[in-house]
């Protein structure tokens, strides 16, 4: 299967600062990445849909002003998350489709906690 | 209209056992539903998918079953190993983004050896 890294793999950041998140393809050029996010023992809920060359989309909720998404390259996605607070702690994971289209490989995730 | 349930939240199974985990969607505009399967602090990966056109698909010791009129599909986990304790989702995804799965709550699947 298609391989996606992420990076940092965890990260700590103080209240009021921003952090960013990127999601690489390796192996494989995605035009579209999508991003989740997952609170402890929970389910995964969809972010938003990046695209390459354009605006990403945002799902109903998830404030685009607070959580920037850059889709830089073919290969590249990046989350921002501007202004953290404790509230923002969790699990960000990153996803793009293989070239079959239908399966979506997700990254290894990357936990963010805001003290 | 967007949801997906899954059940059972929990499970516990005995090495060699089948495990069994169901789910059901609403959103009739569904036609793509893989099963994920996650260990702590990693990212889901995909185990097996299936598309409604067909009733039931297997791989290896995983099955998915799948009815159509009922909305409902299912992941049994044949010969069931210590290894396979994790926390397994069902997703769901369909229309013009194949990429923007729903899923279900989780169940966490545990194989006493």
């Known amino acids: 299967g298609a391989v996606v890294s992420q990076h940092p793999s965890w990260v700590i950041c103080k209240s009021g600062t921003s952090v960013k998140i990127e999601c690489r393809s390796l192996?494989?050029?995605?035009?579209?990445m999508f991003w989740y996010r997952q609170f402890p023992k929970q389910s995964l809920m969809l972010m938003a849909t990046?695209?390459?060359?354009?605006?990403?989309?945002?799902e109903q909720g998830v404030e685009k002003d607070k959580f920037l998404i850059n889709h830089a390259s073919l290969t590249l996605s990046t989350l921002t998350v501007t202004s953290a607070h404790p509230e923002d702690s969790s699990f960000y994971i990153c996803?793009?489709?293989?070239?079959?289209?239908?399966?979506?490989?997700f990254g290894p995730g990357t936990r963010l906690t805001v003290t | 209209q967007q949801q997906v349930k899954q059940s059972p939240q929990s499970l516990i199974v005995q090495k060699g056992g089948i495990s069994i985990i169901n789910c059901a969607y609403e959103?009739?505009?569904?036609?793509?539903f893989p099963w994920y399967q996650q260990f702590p602090g990693k990212g889901p990966a995909l185990l097996i998918a299936?598309?409604?056109?067909?009733s039931e698909k297997k791989e290896g010791r995983f099955t998915i079953s799948f009815n159509k009129s009922a909305k409902q599909f299912s992941l049994h986990i044949m010969d069931s190993q210590p290894g396979d304790s994790a926390t397994y989702f069902c997703?769901?995804?369909?229309?013009?983004?194949?990429?923007?799965?729903?899923f279900g709550q989780g169940t966490i699947l545990t194989v006493h050896p």
């Open positions: 959103n009739t505009a569904f036609d793509y």
């Open positions: 996803s793009a489709p293989g070239q079959g289209r239908l399966e979506q490989y």
């Open positions: 299936i598309r409604p056109d067909v």
């Open positions: 997703a769901a995804a369909g229309g013009t983004s194949y990429g923007k799965l729903t």
């Open positions: 192996d494989f050029q995605a035009t579209t």
């Open positions: 990046s695209n390459e060359g354009s605006k990403a989309t945002y």
